[in-house]
């Protein structure tokens, strides 16, 4: 007898379905309104579930559902892979052929690196790597294999997303936004480097970028090399793109014809000596040189390309006390002109490789760890290096920081001026830099008076003045008590700058509103943090300023002073301190943590959400017509509105 259709029962399970996943879609909705932020795909993903929570039920009532649902996923699946076989067999590549004969071909490098360490601690690894090589001004894509995506269109980067849903799927990809100036085509990136040492990029008309793919969406690369030969296709010189596990970046050039050069070894093109500017490796101290021996990497024959690049570092003593390879262990392929199979080869056996690289780099730098190897703290970046990229909330604290620097130099009472070099997260870039005077520094036309330069060599220097009890705390514990190479901010004048940081402002209110939640939750932490980093500092009496006291809990600094006496970015000061004290406290005082940490926290809740939204609908008894959503089960509504009470109390801030 077959199954009837119930009107009631339907009409029973939609409200109830639809009543139950509304509660957490709306909430998520509101609050995402008062947090200014997009939650449609939150929306959208909890009305699909409830729909799909529907589809449960009436296809069990109508038997078979399960295995006409399995049977359609299988032809759709079916379909897709002999889709994308097609597009890796029958991909017309002849237009790319022909516009790079000769030796200046996209290829795919299989090679492997090898390091051995001398000293102290000696040690030795080996593991694969695949690398793609491609000219300059090349850009294009075979079938599904590979792709070296073009720029964004000037003023639609806002549509590129979207757009990026539908230009095909590529196992490897190289995207020019990841690289150096993203502005910038790869053709024109390394002009402005190249004019800032003194050459000229119409002097080098071949290019040649050999870099580690992103596999499926992903890579990471420590290491891109710019290969630069002059007119008659002679290798002149190497361009290194180094970025660390910190996100900072730098640039090493070396030529062909410097006459510092050591000595050629045999099978290779030139060597160069470089000075270490730069921090890799926490068993390696910055100091140092390195000599690099380069060999030209490509040829007419395809199958002869191949990369040979031996390293070896020089400590400040100058032994050896390492040497790394990079050189391939098999014949390169070229792309273009391949078979399919060696397509499907190159994205089964070396694509996954991609994911293994920073396993693999972590592995074995937990070995020279367990060997009693010393570690050498990261220090911050020289000038002329890549920052990394400040998180949201040091962009902000930037912001605010520098509102208030502004306000305390124009009311300061003697001639000054105040420059600050910002931030530089594109190596050998122009740096920023805004300055502000006193009201009394510009009545004199030789504007004659005092002068500070700060030079930012880490965002967290703004940071950190939101996440303890008074500036001085920050400037102590941060530059004063710190060794050059640790200090996140050059200050050439720091007594003079604690003291305008110590200095009032005319019209400012002596006492900031000091109820509330908000205030005495960040007042604790504040105080937290402040106790434990200012009593851990060991005096010696030389750090230019005097050490700050740790103040009670509800202390008001001087920025609290400033920005809660009805300023305009108060509520943004109030956020920006909260999140700020938060990373000191929970975060490890690394604001890239702490994101990555808020992240899944807000994927997780959202998960718990629509997961027991989703499992409470199902479970609805349509003949009884019971639910498992009441006001006496407690857990099931936290559970359900976790993420909506999340981003609520973000909101708050």
Known sequence: ??????????????????LLLCNAAVVSLLVGRLSKSRTKRTVCTVFACAFLAQLWDQG?????????????????GSYKILTLLAILCLANSSGLDSLHPGKFRPLFFFGATTHARFGPVKHSFRYPLLYFGFPLDFT???????EVKEMPTEGKEAEQPKQMLHRGFTFFSVDPTKYLDPKLPFNKKLEPILAGEGYDLKDYPH????????????????????????????????????????????????????????????????????????????????SGNYEIQVKDPLNEDPAFSRLDTNMTVIDAQGAKSMVARLFSTYGSVDPVSSS????????????????????????????????????????????????????HLEVETQELWLEYLQAKVSAFPRPLSVTVHLPQWRPKAPVKAVTFESSSFGLSEKKEGSTINI???????????????????????????????????????????????????????????????????????RHRTASRDVSAVNCSGNEGIARPSVHA???????????????????????????????????????????????????????????????LAAKYNVAQGTGYLALSNLPALLAVNSYGIFRLIKASF
Not at 140 to 145: A, Y
Not at 464 to 469: G, K, N, P, V
Not at 491 to 520: C, K, Y
Request: positive net charge; proline residues 4%; hydrophobic residues 40%.
């Open 60 to 76: 069990r009532a109508y038997g078979g559902f399960w295995m006409k649902l399995g049977g359609f996923a299988g032809l759709w």
């Open 140 to 146: 294009g894509k075979v079938g599904s294999l590979f």
């Open 207 to 286: 290019g040649y970028l050999v870099t580690g793919p992103q596999f499926l969406g992903y890579s990471f690369n420590p290491i891109n090399y710019y290969y630069l030969y002059n007119a008659k296709q002679e290798l002149k010189m190497i361009v290194f793109e180094i970025q660390n596990t910190f996100g900072e970046k730098h640039i090493y050039l070396m030529h062909a014809d410097d006459h510092n050069n050591p000595k050629t070894r045999k099978g290779y093109t030139f060597c160069g000596r470089l000075r270490k500017c730069f921090h890799i490796s926490p068993f390696n101290h910055r």
């Open 1 to 18: 007898m077959s199954p009837t259709f119930d009107t009631n029962s339907f009409r029973g399970l939609f409200s109830s379905r639809t």
């Open 553 to 615: 809990v509800g202390f008001a600094s001087a920025f609290d002073e400033f920005f809660l006496a009805g300023h305009r970015m108060s509520r943004r000061y109030i956020r920006s301190s909260f999140e700020a004290a938060l990373v000191d406290t929970v975060g490890e005082g690394d604001s890239d943590w702490f994101d990555l940490l808020n992240k899944i926290l807000g994927i997780s809740l959202l998960s718990t959400s629509i997961i027991t939204g989703v499992t």
């Open 455 to 525: 030079r930012v060599a880490n965002s967290r220097f703004f940071r950190r003045f939101f996440s303890l009890q008074d500036p001085l705390q920050a400037l102590y514990t941060d530059i004063a008590v710190k060794a050059p190479e640790n200090q996140t901010a050059e200050i050439d004048d720091i007594r003079l700058l604690a003291e305008v940081f110590g200095g009032a402002i005319s019209d400012m209110p002596s006492t900031v509103p000091r109820r509330g939640w908000r205030w005495r939750t960040i007042s604790r932490l």
């Open 340 to 391: 399919w199979m060696n397509g499907m080869r190159i994205a089964t056996i070396w694509g996954w490789r991609a994911f293994m690289t920073v396993p693999q780099t972590m592995f074995e730098a937990w070995k020279i760890y367990r060997k009693s190897a010393k570690v050498h703290t990261r220090p911050e970046v020289l000038h002329g290096s890549g920052m990394r990229k400040g998180t």
